[in-house]
């Protein structure tokens, strides 16, 4: 997909709302208990904020759905001030309800890995300590409870009831598919189905109702607001299928988490799916869920040897040719400005297969 696409520098685009939006969180994930501050400011730490594709994807798809030009340089900048207050009467109001999106978004998004760490019982996370490991996994779960009740409070206090319903349709969404994962029968984990039904779940259900909600929070139609949840699912999908395969083929130490995870723990994702079409052994070893010595082993050379990693690959490029494919049809621009938004949009879509953190 990147051939034909354009790069556009993202970070001049947003990267100065990016910082404000991780500087309130900070401020909003403090807590009257500073062991629960510390657990939950971990990932939030400067540096550590990790790639913030989701709230790029929403902030993005505002400004491609908006009319204004943000060009003029001091309005850029009382837009950008961090205002804790959770409501404001300010003209740029729906501009800051959206930048509150991407907060929420990114606060739940940590509240799972949070959670995710300890079921994965994994020790790193973005190069760091995982926080599991540095505080246990009680203190881990309650600091993932924590971000979850300051996202929800953020979220009420957009008096939005649509929006309200989409993002805690989300946290629903994501349980349901972390329980898919960890609990299918035998039939279940061999079907592709029910993996795509499953990464919809636990990763595009979240960045296409976010997308969703910045529109509506944008005043567009609801046609125009399925336009931009289009365009976050298949980014959605086209980032975890690439997920998937780099715990195949990515290196732990530029990924800042383990390889093989998944195998390690017993799920076979796209790559073993197709490839165990063409290596029969592999649904003996998915089956049993690569839990004896040697298994894992076997299972990642099995596939190595296969077409599955190229498969899956096709299929995330797929979607990232669809999410370009919902941008074009984006009701006509208002701007030059939203004009360039839409093509880094283009340009996050086609990244995202070319990744390897
Ligand atoms: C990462 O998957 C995990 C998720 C995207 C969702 C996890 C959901 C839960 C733990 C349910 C709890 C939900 C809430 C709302 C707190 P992964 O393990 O495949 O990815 P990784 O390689 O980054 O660990
Ligand atoms: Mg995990
Ligand atoms: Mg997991």
Redesign the pocket.
């Known amino acids: 997909t990147s051939g034909q696409v354009p790069y556009v520098d993202i970070e001049t685009l947003i990267g100065d709302e990016k910082s404000c939006i991780s500087e309130r969180i900070r401020h909003i994930v403090q807590a009257e208990v500073p062991s629960l501050t510390r657990s939950a400011e971990h990932f939030f730490q400067p540096g550590v904020e990790g790639k913030r594709v989701r709230s790029s994807a929403l902030l993005l798809v505002s400004s491609a759905l908006s009319a204004g030009e943000m060009g003029d340089p001091d309005k850029c900048r009382e837009l950008l001030k961090p205002d804790l207050r959770p409501y404001s009467e300010y003209p740029e109001e729906v501009r800051r309800k959206q930048q509150r999106i991407a907060e929420i978004t990114e606060m739940?998004?940590v509240?799972?890995?949070?959670?995710?760490?300890?079921?994965?019982d994994?020790e790193t996370?973005r190069g760091l300590n995982s926080v599991n490991k540095m505080f246990g996994n009680k203190t881990a779960i309650l600091a993932?409870?924590f971000?979850?009740a300051k996202a929800s409070v953020a979220l009420a206090a957009l008096r939005n009831t649509e929006v309200l319903i989409l993002m805690a349709t989300v946290?629903e969404n994501?349980?349901s598919?972390?329980?898919m994962?960890s609990r299918s029968s035998q039939e279940e984990r061999m079907s592709l189905d029910y993996y795509y039904r499953k990464t919809f779940l636990?990763?595009a259900s979240?960045i296409a109702n976010s997308c969703k909600s910045a529109a509506l929070l944008g005043n567009h139609e609801e046609e125009v607001a399925q336009l931009a949840s289009d365009y976050g699912y298949h980014l959605g999908m086209a980032f975890?299928l690439v997920?998937?395969v780099l715990?195949f083929v990515g290196s732990s130490s530029s990924l800042g988490?383990p390889t093989f995870?998944?195998l390690k723990?017993g799920?076979a994702t796209a790559p073993v799916l197709f490839a165990s079409l063409e290596e029969p052994q592999l649904v003996d070893l998915t089956l049993r869920k690569f839990r004896y010595e040697g298994d894992v082993e076997m299972a990642s050379r099995l596939v190595a040897k296969t077409s599955g990693v190229k498969k899956t690959m096709a299929v995330a490029e797929s979607h990232a040719m669809k999410a370009i494919k919902a941008v074009d049809m984006f009701p006509t621009a208002e701007s030059k400005y939203s004009e360039v938004c839409r093509d880094a949009l283009r340009y996050l879509a086609s990244s995202v297969t070319s990744r390897r953190t």
Do not use: F
């Not at 509240?111 to 994965?120: E, G, K, M, P, S």
């Open positions: 739940i998004h509240a799972t890995l949070l959670h995710d760490d300890v079921l994965d994994a996370r993932g409870d971000l979850l946290i994501l349980v598919g972390e329980m994962q636990k990763t979240l975890q997920d998937d715990d988490k995870s998944d723990s799920i």
